[in-house]
C-alpha cells in the first residue's frame, strides 16, 4: 500500500479538551498543526461527560480570545446547593474569584471543534491505528490509516498526547521511563444519566451514601448514587434510583426517562514525567481525577495552556527551555488539585454512610464541612480551589 507522507510542527492525538483546546491555541499563533481522532466527528460530539469550568478556564478561554466557545446550551438555573441530611446548606463561593459555569463537555467540544475548522484547522475523524514512531528522534512521526484505508504519515516536531487514559499516546512510552502513582477510594458511584430537567441541583450527604443531580443540559441530569462496591446496574432498577435520590436529598426530584447507567469505581492517578522525547502527555493521557472534584477539565486547560505556551516559544524563539520544563511545570499543579480531590472525596463520603469508615471518620468529616460554614479562612481556600485559582 502506498503512504502519502506530508509534515506539520505539532500533530496533536485526540480531538477531546485538551486536544482541540491546544490546537485553537497553536492556530491562533500561527503554529502548524494536524489534530487526529479515531472517532468520528458525531460520536466525539454527543459523548456526554462532566461539564464544569472553573474560574480559572474561563478566564484562560478569554484570555486567547476563545470567550465564544462558553455559549450554546444555556443551563437553567434550578434550586440547589449541598445538602445534609436532607437540609440545604449552600456553600457561598467568593464571586470575585469565581465565574465557573456548567458547559457540558459534548457542548465545549462542539463549540472548539467549530471555531477550530472555521479558522482553517485540520482535524481529521476515523483516524485508525494511529502509532506514533521515532518520539526520540529529532522529527518523530505519526502513522496512520484514515477513513478511507489510505495509509498516511506525517512528520513533525512534536506530538501532543491528548487521547485520554486508554489512548495510544501513553502506550507508545516504554513501561520503565514513566512512574505510576494511583489510589483507589474504595468508593463506587452509579452513574445515571436522565432525560429530566435537573431539580434539585447539588450535591446530598446522607446515612444512605453520597448523591448527586448535576445539570448536562435543558432537558438532561446526570445522576450520582454512591454504591456498594460490588453492586452492578442490574440492582439498580429505575424506581430504586429515583427514591434513593429523593430520600438522599430530603425533597421531591424531577423523574423521567432513564438513558444509561452505569458503576463508576472512583480513583486518582498520575504519570511522571509527562513527557518523552517529543511526545507530550496531555489531560487523561497523563493523569486523573475522581468525579467528586470537578477538575478533569481544569487540568485539561492547564496542560493544554503550558503546552502550547512552551510550543509557541520553541518555535518562534527558538527556546526550549519551556518545554524542557513542562512535565516539571504540570506536576507540582497537578498535584495540588489531586490533593483538593483527594480531601474533598473522602470528605464528601465518609460525612454520610458509614460503611467504609465507621462513626468515627463520619464525625471528623463532618467536623472538615462543618469548618466551611463558620470559618472565613477555611472558605477562602475551599473557593480558591473550587475556582481553580490555588
Known amino acids: 500500500m502506498t503512504e502519502t507522507r506530508e509534515s506539520t510542527t505539532v500533530v496533536i492525538i485526540g480531538a477531546g479538551v485538551a486536544g482541540l483546546t491546544l490546537g485553537n491555541f497553536l492556530l491562533r499563533n500561527g503554529i502548524d498543526c494536524i489534530v487526529l481522532e479515531k472517532h468520528p466527528r458525531a460520536y466525539v460530539e454527543q459523548r456526554q461527560r462532566a461539564g464544569t469550568i472553573d474560574g480559572f ?9 476563545l470567550e465564544e466557545v462558553l455559549a450554546g446550551n444555556p443551563i437553567p438555573e434550578s434550586e440547589g446547593g449541598f445538602y445534609i441530611d436532607g437540609q440545604a446548606m449552600p456553600i457561598d463561593v467568593d464571586d470575585d474569584n469565581n465565574e465557573s459555569l456548567y458547559c ?3 457542548v465545549l467540544v462542539r463549540n472548539l471543534t467549530e471555531v477550530f475548522l472555521r479558522d482553517g484547522g485540520d482535524l481529521r475523524y476515523e483516524a485508525a491505528d494511529v502509532t506514533p514512531q521515532n518520539i526520540t528522534k529529532e522529527r518523530p512521526v505519526v502513522r496512520y490509516q484514515d477513513a478511507d484505508g489510505s495509509a498516511k504519515a506525517i512528520d513533525c516536531d512534536f506530538i501532543a498526547g491528548c487521547d485520554g487514559f486508554h489512548g495510544v499516546s501513553r502506550r507508545s512510552i516504554p513501561a520503565s521511563a514513566l512512574t505510576q502513582y494511583s489510589h483507589e477510594y ?4 452509579l452513574s445515571v444519566l436522565a432525560a429530566v430537567p435537573t431539580s434539585p441541583s447539588g450535591m446530598a450527604i446522607h446515612d444512605l451514601g453520597l448523591a448527586g443531580m448535576i445539570p448536562r443540559g435543558p432537558q438532561a441530569s446526570r ?3 454512591q454504591c456498594s462496591v460490588d453492586d452492578a446496574p442490574e440492582q439498580w432498577p429505575d424506581e430504586r434510583i429515583w427514591s434513593e435520590l429523593e430520600a438522599r436529598f430530603g425533597c421531591p426530584v424531577s423523574t423521567g426517562e432513564i438513558i444509561t447507567k452505569q458503576i463508576v469505581p472512583l480513583r486518582s492517578v498520575v504519570f511522571d514525567p509527562m513527557s518523552y ?7 487523561d493521557a497523563a493523569h486523573i481525577v475522581p468525579p467528586m472534584s ?12 503550558i503546552f ?6 520553541q518555535v518562534k524563539e527558538g527556546d526550549s527551555s519551556l518545554l524542557d520544563s513542562y512535565s516539571e511545570t504540570c506536576l507540582p499543579h497537578i498535584w495540588n488539585y489531586q490533593a483538593f480531590a483527594t480531601w474533598i472525596t ?11 469508615e465507621g462513626e468515627f471518620r463520619k464525625r471528623v468529616a463532618r467536623a472538615e464541612l462543618q469548618r466551611q460554614f463558620t470559618s472565613d479562612a477555611a472558605n477562602k481556600l475551599f473557593s480558591e480551589l473550587a475556582a481553580g485559582t490555588n
Open 57 to 65: 478556564g474561563v478566564r484562560m478561554l478569554r484570555e486567547w480570545g
Open 186 to 189: 474504595g468508593y463506587n458511584w
Open 308 to 313: 502550547a505556551r512552551a510550543a509557541i516559544r
Open 277 to 283: 522525547g517529543k511526545l507530550f502527555l496531555l489531560g
Open 346 to 356: 473522602d470528605t464528601m463520603h465518609n460525612a454520610g454512610f458509614t460503611g467504609y
Open 294 to 305: 470537578a477538575k478533569g477539565i481544569h487540568l485539561a486547560l492547564h496542560d493544554s495552556e
Open 223 to 225: 445522576i450520582y448514587l
Open 104 to 106: 457540558p463537555q459534548q
